[in-house]
């Protein structure tokens, strides 16, 4: 029989907010005192759905940019937690079994993607959704008889703690959630106002009746009144491009069609616009490769090591915070050729030559200092990407017979045509026609035997490590602006984080059918005569004009801007902060992210002081963490589960500490 109910809540029930329920229940049992009865509030507009972001209703031609295999939401032996580690299956896994023994609350479509999903095929992310939407019963049907569930289909819009030291949430709806003992943030992707150049460009639509689509989550935008054959200009070439890209194409009806000679070609339906696109450096995200390394395969660093993440931590604990052009990007670096090598020679020869070449590569790098090219010589910044072979790293490069027109080339990888491939709009496009085709070859190469693919992998491999070295004040605010966030992340996102091999060739029969056009090099975009004019500045001798026009790319997290109401009625009443980060030579530099502790991250009012009992997580405190809109993947010591585990022992423990005070 239950005497005493304690109360918390989570507002935001994204991947990150579930991870966190889930975690609840888990260490319910250890931290809960006999009697106690544990109620925990759901708060999300799309509570039932799987969260705004993933939500099991939205279009499924969208895709996720994760293999299905490297998906989970549960715990497993190799995370770094103090909780109990309870099972669960990845997203493959539940695939499979609803696919081997269905089940009659699982709709159609998601059972007939679950038939034909393979362990390495990317899901749609409606059926990610309706995971998560699996995971929050499953997390309801097993919790402990002392923990209940209650689920409010709304947006939080205020958060005040109350006279007797509580909290209380009020909801959109009217509602008010009160005797809270904890609550956790987790709010995810949130609604910003426009930025100054943005704001220009909706007043030029506005007064000239055109359409322009800020940054925006595709799924969340209406595009039906967009009409077929209309020029439409996307900006960007990133992931959210592609979301548009497939909603304007498949999305209306055409399809794409794998000939005999394995050619893929688009077949219209007729009702596509006409899409121009183009962004600052002119070609789509890097396709991922074919996945090789299972569910938790991942590239062990040799370089960014336990030691040397203990060492720059320490140092930045002490104040003396890292700087990432000199002390973190040179490891990334021998990280990333190191593995690009092996697998050179591994193709060429064998397994056995890539280990000993790997061994002498290793003992040329730590006898070397980076060795930069003539631009990095002059002033300033420099070109972090003009880093060279030294003698001794081209003397092993030579022993292997590696020729130096294959040697490592960030310049050539992130700027990959030549000034005479954009001499004009017409050589740029058949340079990025044989581009597209060569992306495609690499990929299927995979990353693990395909030399290149398996080097960018290393990025992605590498976001714990990396993760460790910059939050929390690893940086100098002024590196963490200049080098990580304005240089590094961008590049980062290029080379690690692109779609499905499948969406380059898709991008490649549009191409081949007149559907889309793509512009040169750095697009730029003019109000002109009442329309949009886009053009490129690499190659100007083209210039389009248009009714419609898309910014595709989705808002950077920035408090200062946010409308979300609750972040914007904490920061009103001082009850939340943007994160400040001490640059080099006094002062700050102020971030775009909520300032939290260090884990178990509570949030942090103005005067610097942490509420006991109030939690953020995720996509908000991005700049004190980094990369917090990835996912949740097994067998790697996720970070994120690590985090949702110290979280919801906080919460339980802030709960159970607030009774034992009020008896006191």
Known sequence: MFTEQLQLAIIGLGPRGLSVAERLCANADALLAPGQ??????????????????????????????????????????????????????????????????????????????????????PSRAFYGSYLQWVRDRIIWTAPPAVSFTSHQATAVDLRDTPNGLQEIVLSTGETIGELQSVVLALGHMPHRLG??????????????????TPSNPADVALADVPAGEAVILRGLGLTFFDYMALFTIGRGGTFVREPDETLTYLPSGQEPRLIAGSRRGVPFHARGKNQKGSSGRHTPRYLTADVIERLRARADAGTPADFRRDIWPLIDREVRTVYYAALVRER?????????????ATAQAATVPVFGAREEQSGFGDPLAIAESDAQQNVLAKFDIEPERAWDWRNIAAPY?????????????????????????????????????????????????????????????????????????????????????RIEQFAALMDAGVLEVLGPDLRVDCSDGRFVAYSGACPDLAVAATTMIEAR????????????????????????????????????????????????????????????????????????????????????????????????????AATDHVVERSA
């Open 418 to 502: 030549t000034d005479d491939d954009i001499s004009s709009t017409h050589r740029f496009r058949s340079w990025l026609r044989s581009y597209l085709d060569n992306e495609v070859r690499e990929a299927n190469k995979g990353n693990v035997v395909g030399p290149r693919k398996a080097a960018l992998d290393v990025l992605r491999d590498l976001r714990n490590e990396i993760r460790l070295l910059v939050d929390h004040g690893g940086l100098s605010g002024d590196s963490y602006r200049d080098e990580l966030q304005r240089w590094y992340m961008p590049l980062n996102a290029f080379l690690s984080i692109g779609p499905p091999a499948e």
């Open 196 to 213: 100054e150049a943005e704001t220009a460009l909706s007043r030029f639509a506005d007064r000239h009746d055109l359409r322009y689509i």
């Open 554 to 653: 989705l808002p950077e997290t920035d408090v200062h801007r946010t409308t979300d109401p609750l972040l914007r009625t904490l920061l009103d009443r001082g009850e939340c902060q943007p994160y400040r980060m001490p640059i080099r030579g006094g002062g700050h530099w102020v971030a775009g992210g909520v300032a939290v502790t260090r884990r178990p991250y509570r949030l942090l009012d103005a005067a610097d002081r942490p509420h006991p009992r109030r939690f953020a997580f995720g996509v908000p405190t991005e700049s004190v963490h980094w990369v917090t809109a990835a996912g949740i993947r097994p067998g790697v010591n996720s970070v994120i589960l690590g985090d949702a585990d110290a979280i919801a022992r906080a919460g339980l423990r």
């Open 37 to 122: 009865e544990l109620v925990i509030h759901l708060i999300d507009p799309h509570v039932f759905h799987g969260g705004q972001v993933w939500r099991s209703t939205q279009d499924r031609v969208l895709l996720m940019n994760t293999v299905a295999c490297q998906v989970t939401m549960f715990v497993d032996d190799t995370v770094d937690c103090e909780g109990p580690v309870v099972s669960g299956p990845n997203l493959y896994e539940w695939a499979r079994s609803i696919a081997l023994v269905g089940s009659p609350s699982v709709p159609e479509a998601v059972r007939a993607e679950a038939l034909t999903l393979g362990p390495d095929d990317y």
């Open 349 to 361: 020869q064998c397994a056995c030559d890539a280990e000993e070449f790997t061994a002498l590569f």
